[in-house]
């Protein structure tokens, strides 16, 4: 079974701030979301990727497969970035997405 | 406007009941998936449905049952054999496999058991 393991568990940082979590897996895998988890709960899927890199906005997303490496930056960070960031691996096994615990981001005005 | 809906968002119930969860989407995905979140840990899969009146176990589907009569929704009833039925709920859909496609996610629904 795939092992997800994400770092920094907790982030605070001042607004402007260039934001990197990492994310790192235990088996290869077809591809990786980063997720996005607002207080309240609902989640909202930020990127897929399977290699390279993916931008959005004021977010990038990089993975390197051989090294089971993914990291998630935002660049500018602002307070509304502020929420739980979830690293999530698909396939490497027979139980389908795996995740890791998340990163809980602060963004402080 | 598309997207996936689960009721209701809190969810109180007393220790010995069955309860189910909805979820509902309309777009017109193939595949749904429940999570249960606990805190301090990672999403873990509950049941998972690729079509129409098929479904496959998770990795923490004892005290679960689940039904896929329609595309739209896949209902989820926590029985009285959960021994820890306390957590957040989350539904999902997506085109396909779990190991192919996006996922979208529902709202959740935060069950308490007391």
């Known amino acids: 079974k795939n092992e997800v393991e994400q770092s920094p568990q907790n982030l605070t940082a001042q607004e402007g701030e260039f934001i990197t979590i990492n994310c790192s897996y235990s088996?290869?895998?077809?591809?990786l979301h980063w997720l996005q988890q607002h207080p309240g709960g609902g989640i909202v899927s930020l990127f897929m990727?399977?290699?390279g890199k993916k931008k959005h906005g004021r977010l990038i997303a990089t993975i390197n497969i051989q090294e089971k490496h993914s990291s998630l930056h935002i660049t500018a960070s602002h307070p509304r970035d502020s929420a739980v960031y979830i690293c999530?691996?698909?396939?490497?096994?027979?139980?389908?997405?795996?995740f890791g615990k998340g990163t809980h981001l602060i963004i402080q005005p | 406007d598309g997207g996936i809906t689960q009721s209701p968002k809190y969810l109180f119930r007393k220790e010995g009941q069955n309860v189910t969860l909805s979820c509902e989407q309309n777009l017109n995905h193939d595949a749904m998936y429940w999570y249960r979140q606990d805190p301090g840990q990672g999403l873990r899969l509950i049941y998972y449905?690729?079509?129409?009146?098929?479904?496959q176990k998770g990795d923490i589907a004892e005290g679960y049952s689940v039904s896929r009569e329609k595309k739209e929704s896949f209902p989820l009833t926590v029985t009285s054999a959960q021994k820890n039925p306390t957590a957040f709920y989350l539904c999902a859909s997506g085109g396909g496999s779990p190991i192919s496609y996006e996922q979208y996610f529902g709202p959740g629904t935060r069950l308490t058991v007391t």
């Open positions: 990727l399977s290699s």
């Open positions: 999530a691996v698909i396939g490497g096994g027979a139980d389908g997405l795996t």
């Open positions: 088996v290869g895998i077809s591809a």
């Open positions: 449905s690729q079509i129409v009146n098929d479904f």
